[in-house]
């Protein structure tokens, strides 16, 4: 079935440091690719995504490329803020997308000051 | 804009309790999906609904049945209530000619004591 690996947190940080998410999948077509964020205490808010190879989601000063020769959709962003702190979840939908969102366990991020 | 609506935001109940959750979809919406958050750990689809009828099924207990009404609200109901029902319940919605992107309400908290 479809799946989701995202490297393990937390991710610590200092304010303005390069962040990279790493994210890879395993699904049979052409999955669509999802970057969902957690802040704490609240729900799920999409981030960005994309829906076809080399498709580059981008929202907020964060990217993710839909790479299919490696499967994978790492998120990145050039100068992380204390206030990304929350936790990131990488998630897809099978064919069509008209299916359910199958997550990755998620990466906490920790940005200090 | 107006966003996806769970309630209640916070649920305690005892063992062997009953509970219900509500889920009021984006407007003009016609998907609703139910999620399950544990601590720590990555939503898991329980069930969803389009039009009205049941759409698809995933890691929902026998004693958990759902449905949607007539005005796109969806209920989730919870039998039998076990420690290990404590977690985070999502709803998300979303609109199936519009891409099926899935927009997540804040979620309902339940502890079971």
């Known amino acids: 079935g479809d799946s989701v690996t995202q490297m393990e947190g937390p991710v610590t940080l200092s304010e303005e440091a390069f962040l990279t998410i790493n994210c890879t999948y395993t699904a049979t077509g052409y999955p669509s690719l999802f970057w969902y964020v957690q802040y704490p205490g609240e729900g799920l808010q999409l981030l960005l995504k994309?829906?076809?190879?080399?498709d580059k989601g981008s929202n907020k000063g964060f990217e993710a490329t839909y790479r299919k020769e490696t499967t994978s959709f790492h998120l990145e962003k050039g100068s992380v803020q204390v206030s990304d702190s929350a936790v990131y979840f990488c998630a897809l939908t099978g064919l069509g997308g008209y299916s359910t969102l199958t997550f990755g366990k998620g990466t906490m991020l920790l940005v200090s000051p | 804009a107006a966003g996806v609506i769970q309630s209640p935001r916070h649920l305690i109940k005892e063992k062997r309790e009953t509970a219900t959750l509500k889920c009021y979809p984006i407007p003009r919406h016609d998907t609703v999906y139910w999620y399950q958050q544990g601590p720590g750990q990555d939503p898991q689809f329980l069930i969803s609904?389009?039009?009205?009828?049941?759409?698809d099924k995933g890691s929902i207990p026998d004693r958990f049945s759902a449905q949607q009404f007539s005005d796109y609200h969806s209920e989730l109901n919870m039998s039998s209530l076990e420690l290990g029902d404590s977690a985070l319940y999502f709803c998300a919605s979303s609109l199936r000619q519009a891409g099926d992107i899935q927009y997540f309400g804040a979620g309902t908290r339940l502890s079971v004591l």
């Open positions: 609904f389009y039009e009205k009828m049941q759409s």
């Open positions: 994309a829906t076809k190879a080399d």
